[in-house]
């Protein structure tokens, strides 16, 4: 009787997580627009001066030409990635244990590239300061954390990932709970992330590519998820 009621528990935590993974995976469809409506009217400064101009003029408009929703996207990715891996944990624990920790390692390194409220608080002490030199000074602060943002952090995020997506779609393909078709749409992402979005021209096609895909995954996989936990309750 106590086996049957641990049993009849653990299913329903993995249940919630199956309920929370979905949602997630809905919501960050539901951010991509925003963010492209906002790159589109608001294309960011292509150098440390223009940024320093941005966030006088708005701080919010500075903060999410410095992926601000990315911060939100990227907390929301890790419950995807939980839900998925509960859902296939069955099919192949090994392989989805490996993808989840790429993954989240992945995402904790963005988190290191993340300069947004730096640059912020950099700008402010910019244009408040009165010495030429300290403005310089202020000025190769800001230079730093545009090179970190485009630097080492965010390329191992990106690939991490984009790694984490090729894993998690090959395990799909043996799952029974999945359309194959789910599987493929995350694998062709996950092929167009390997190279990631700073590398050149190349990078920005092979970004823009994946962002169809990854779209038509999540939308797929989200509601598949929603679905096993209702029919679990």
Do not use: H
């Not at 539901?30 to 940024?51: A, D, S």
């Not at 995020?157 to 995350?186: P, Q």
């Amino acid at each position: 009787m106590e086996e049957t009621e641990y049993k009849s528990n653990e299913d329903l935590n993995w249940n919630k997580l199956y309920k929370v993974g979905g949602v997630a995976a809905i919501v960050i469809v539901l951010i991509i627009p925003i963010q492209l409506v906002i790159f589109t009217l608001f294309p960011p400064p292509e150098t440390t001066m223009g940024f320093f101009e941005l966030f006088r003029k708005n701080w919010l408009i500075g903060l999410l030409s410095l992926d601000l929703l990315y911060y939100i996207n990227n907390g929301i990715l890790i419950l995807v990635y939980l839900g998925l891996f509960a859902a296939l944990r069955k099919v192949n624990f090994t392989n989805m244990l490996i993808a989840t920790i790429i993954g989240l390692t992945g995402i904790a390194v963005y988190y290191v590239s993340a300069v947004g409220f730096e640059m912020l608080s950099i700008s402010k002490q910019y244009f408040s300061a009165e010495s030429m030199e300290y403005k310089q000074q202020l000025l190769a602060v800001g230079q730093g954390l545009i090179a970190r943002y485009k630097g080492t952090a965010f390329d191992v995020y990106y690939v991490f990932n984009a790694i984490t997506l090729i894993l998690i779609s090959m395990t799909m393909y043996k799952s029974r709970d999945f359309k194959r078709s789910s599987a493929t749409w995350g694998l062709i992402a996950g092929i167009f992330m390997i190279i990631p979005s700073t590398a050149g021209t190349l990078g920005l096609i092979c970004s823009l590519l994946s962002l169809v895909p990854w779209i038509v995954f999540s939308v797929l996989i989200g509601r598949r998820l929603i679905q096993m936990a209702k029919q679990q309750v």
